[in-house]
C-alpha cells in the first residue's frame, strides 16, 4: 500500500498504534519470552537484538524490570554473542523473576545516588554500555534517569526511551507529560546525542523518538 503524502502514512500509522496499544485484552501486557511477561512491543524487542547485534554492549543497564522478561530476553541475546551482562533495576522487588547467570537485579529506584554508585562499580572503562529506560513514565523522572545515565552510554551506542507514545504521542493525550517530553527538554541540552529514526523502521513502536543514539 503507498502513501501519496507523510500525513497519511502517520495517520495510519497511529491509529495502528492507538489500536494495538488499546486493544482488550491488551495485547502487549499478553506477550511473553520463554513464559515470562514481557509487558513490550514485539518490533521493538526485535529492534533491540539488532542493536545489541551492532554494537556488542558489555553491560546493559535496565531501567523498569517489571516481571523480567525483557531482562531474560536480553541476556538470551547476550548469550548468542557470548559477551555482556544485564544489570536490571526497578524498585519493586520480586521473587518469581527470571534467574540467569548474566542477570543482577537492583531492587530500588533508578535514580537514587546509591543505585547510580552501585552500577558505575559494575562498569570498567572498556565496557561497552546500552542503557534502556522504562520505569517510572513521569517527565520529571526521564530526565533525571536521562541525565543521570547519558554519561554511561558509550558513543556509537544508545539511550533507549520507551513508551514515548503516550501522553498524546498518539495514546494517553491526556496523561501528563512523560517521555516524549523529557526526551525533548534532554536533547536541547545535550548534543551528545541524536534521535535514530531508522529504528523505527518497522512503524509499529512504543518508542518513538526514544532511539538516542550518542554520536559524540
Known amino acids: ?3 501519496k503524502n507523510a500525513f497519511m502514512r502517520r495517520l495510519v500509522v497511529n491509529s ?7 486493544s482488550k485484552p491488551k495485547i502487549w501486557n499478553n506477550t511473553f519470552w520463554f513464559g515470562v511477561p514481557t509487558g513490550k512491543c514485539p518490533p521493538d524487542l526485535w529492534t533491540y537484538q539488532e542493536i ?7 553491560v546493559i543497564i535496565e531501567c523498569g524490570t517489571g516481571s523480567g522478561g525483557s531482562a531474560l530476553f536480553l541476556a538470551h541475546q547476550c548469550d548468542l554473542m557470548r559477551r555482556g ?12 523473576r527470571p534467574v540467569h547467570e548474566r542477570i543482577t537485579y537492583i531492587a530500588d529506584s533508578s535514580i537514587s545516588e546509591q543505585t547510580f554508585t552501585q ?4 562498569i570498567k572503562s572498556t565496557d561497552q554500555v546500552l542503557v534502556i529506560l522504562d520505569s517510572d513514565h513521569s517527565k520529571d523522572h526521564v530526565l533525571q534517569e536521562l541525565n543521570h545515565y547519558s554519561d554511561l552510554v558509550t558513543k556509537g551506542s544508545y539511550l533507549i ?6 501522553g498524546g ?5 491526556h496523561r501528563k507529560p512523560g517521555p516524549m517530553e ?3 527538554e534532554f536533547l536541547q541540552s545535550n548534543h551528545d546525542f541524536i534521535i535514530d529514526k531508522s529504528r523505527e523502521k518497522f512503524y509499529l513502536t512504543f518508542n518513538r523518538n526514544g532511539y538516542l543514539k550518542k554520536v559524540k
Open 119 to 122: 552500577i558505575k562499580e559494575k
Open 16 to 22: 495502528f498504534i492507538k489500536l494495538y496499544y488499546h
Open 52 to 58: 545489541i547485534f551492532k554494537t556488542k554492549p558489555d
Open 182 to 184: 523529557a526526551v525533548k
Open 161 to 166: 526511551v520507551e513508551d514515548t507514545i503516550i
Open 169 to 173: 504521542h498518539p495514546v494517553k493525550r
Open 1 to 3: 500500500m503507498k502513501f
Open 85 to 96: 551482562r544485564v544489570v536490571s533495576i526497578d524498585i519493586k522487588d520480586h521473587p518469581n
